[in-house]
């Protein structure tokens, strides 16, 4: 953004562009989950370029299909009753690379369909909080263990034996540096553990 600009927006007071295409966070503008405008940041976190997202589904910046199925419903229900949601969650580059990010969301439609229109920010977390890849069963048993299942419930649940369950709870706190369940959902995200999209 140029000084002409900057300072025009200084002059009138008119800031809402000077901050969408200047905020140190992501911002994207959706409709059903389709994105119809963000801002630089959001690109660069991204790794696109400039209006190569406008208009492509959220579905692009997921690591596959069903992970974008999976989060389809989530938040609907805060966005609906409080209007606010939040979440931190694992989200792919253009490159293919996996991030962390935390995600904020806003709707401009809540009463009927809370994802028909909405704003949302998201801020890249990588600095502080690598990427670590699970495997798919490791992420189905940090899952439930974050809702709270015992191991034996666990097991019940997969279809596996307690031990396995054991086993990978055991990689999961070696490849965090953690000893216990409770210290493993805090490394994983630092926030509570229904706040977490697991992978």
């Given at each position: 953004m140029g000084k002409i600009r900057i300072d025009d927006?200084?002059?009138?007071?008119?800031?809402?562009?000077?901050?969408?295409?200047?905020?140190?966070?992501?911002?994207?503008?959706?409709?059903?989950?389709?994105?119809r405008a963000c801002n630089p940041e959001f690109e660069r976190m991204f790794g696109y370029d400039s209006g190569e997202l406008t208009d492509q589904s959220f579905e692009v910046l997921y690591s596959s299909r069903d992970e974008f199925v999976k989060i389809r419903d989530r938040g609907v229900a805060d966005l609906r009753t409080t209007n606010t949601y939040w979440d931190e969650r694992v989200m792919a580059r253009k490159d293919g690379s996996l991030f962390w990010c935390r995600t904020r969301g806003h709707s401009l439609t809540p009463e009927n369909d809370p994802l028909g229109r909405a704003v949302w920010s998201f801020a890249d977390l990588s600095g502080h909080r690598p990427y670590q890849p699970l495997t798919k069963r490791e992420g189905e048993v940090v899952n439930l263990l974050a809702e709270g299942l015992t191991s034996k419930e666990i097991?019940?649940?997969?279809?596996?034996?307690?031990?396995?369950v054991e086993v990978h709870r055991a990689n999961l706190?070696?490849?965090?540096?953690?000893?216990?369940?409770?210290?493993l959902l805090h490394a994983m995200s630092g926030v509570p553990p229904e706040r977490i999209v697991g992978r």
């Open positions: 927006a200084y002059a009138s007071g008119d800031f809402a562009g000077l901050v969408f295409e200047n905020a140190p966070v992501g911002l994207v503008v959706t409709e059903s989950r389709v994105i097991a019940r649940a997969l279809d596996i034996s307690p031990r396995t706190q070696k490849k965090f540096g953690v000893t216990n369940t409770n210290a």
